[in-house]
């Protein structure tokens, strides 16, 4: 028995399945865990869907966000607990008491196979890819609100198919999920080009902050700035994707003050610069291109810290 027929038998046998993903959750999370669970609805399952942060406004045009919680609001024992998008189990947040995960479905290669049973394939460009595959072969529904969920969560995790990462399997994939009733455009529209005036604005002072050495950029928001802004929301309202497109940058990273002494910590890089290894060594993980930590400390230490880090890993020129 492979993986995706355990897992289609855990899937189908369950009555009330827990769906989980990350803290500060990007559109392949949100896609993911709005693909399964209105998927297993549609088969006539009890499912709560949670995300620790809740829905960011930005994602709330998919159709079922109105249901995913930050905690439990259901009684009893669930049948099977899922983990979709998560690399390891502190990336869902210690207030959803969900104990070790039945399954585990993600595409990252730092993932830390903390389930019970896990799919874990970083040759898929999203784990959105990875769920359409798997309701297909558990012959689970796929509705159009389930399409359009995880054709959001490609669409985006792959910055509209343009990633180096990208394979003719996603865009194979990607048609399946037309076809099934996902709208291409509207949610490349909402996914990729729309930003609110308050992140606009909180953009700005990111830019504003901009640095540059070699090949290497970065810069940082504060607390202050996302006050200022009036950005409601814990992440970089994608700033992180902009810098990644300055002509001659390698290697960018962004930093983004969380309170309480934490700093959340991205970087995206060009092929030949492998980041994930560097997010290792700071306790994160992720892509080869694209990876993230959390680190306890100072603005500025963190980001000295971080930057010198960086540069000695992946070989770039020494600061002055």
């Not at 012959?139 to 792959?158: E, I, K, M, R, S």
């Amino acid at each position: 028995m492979t993986i995706l027929d355990e897992i289609c038998r855990r899937l189908i046998q369950a009555k009330r399945v827990l769906v989980l993903s990350h803290v500060r959750p990007d559109g392949d999370a949100v896609g993911s865990l709005l693909g399964l669970g209105l998927s297993l609805q549609a088969a006539g399952k009890e499912v709560e869907m949670i995300l620790p942060d809740g829905v960011p406004a930005f994602f709330r045009h998919l159709e079922g966000s109105d249901q995913i919680r930050s905690q439990s609001v259901l009684n009893g024992v669930f049948d099977l607990t899922v983990a979709v998008d998560c690399s390891d189990d502190e990336r869902y947040a210690s207030t959803v008491e969900a104990g070790q995960p039945d399954l585990n479905i993600d595409h990252h290669p730092t993932n830390t196979n903390f389930a019970r049973y896990n799919w874990v394939d970083p040759g898929y460009v999203a784990t959105a890819e990875m769920l359409a595959e798997c309701l297909v072969y558990c012959q689970l529904p796929v509705t159009p609100p389930v399409a359009n969920a995880l054709l959001f969560g490609l669409l985006t995790d792959t910055l509209g198919f343009r990633t180096h990462n990208m394979t003719p399997r996603a865009l194979r994939t990607a048609a399946d999920l037309m076809e099934t009733g996902g709208d291409l455009p509207n949610l490349y529209y909402h996914g990729l080009l729309r930003r609110s005036f308050e992140a606009a604005r909180y953009w700005g002072m990111g830019l504003t902050g901009l640095q540059r050495h070699g090949r290497m950029i970065w810069t940082s928001l504060t607390l202050k700035s996302r006050q200022e802004a009036g950005y409601t929301g814990r992440d970089d309202a994608d700033l992180i994707s902009v810098l990644s497109t300055v002509e001659g940058a390698d290697v960018v990273i962004l930093f983004n003050e969380q309170g309480n002494g934490n700093i959340k910590v991205s970087w995206r890089s060009q092929p030949g610069y492998d980041v994930s290894k560097v997010a290792l060594r700071f306790g994160g993980g992720g892509h080869a291109a694209a990876a993230g930590a959390d680190i306890e400390g100072d603005l500025t230490e963190v980001q000295t810290r971080v930057i010198e880090v960086t540069r000695q890993a992946l070989g770039l020129d020494p600061l002055n």
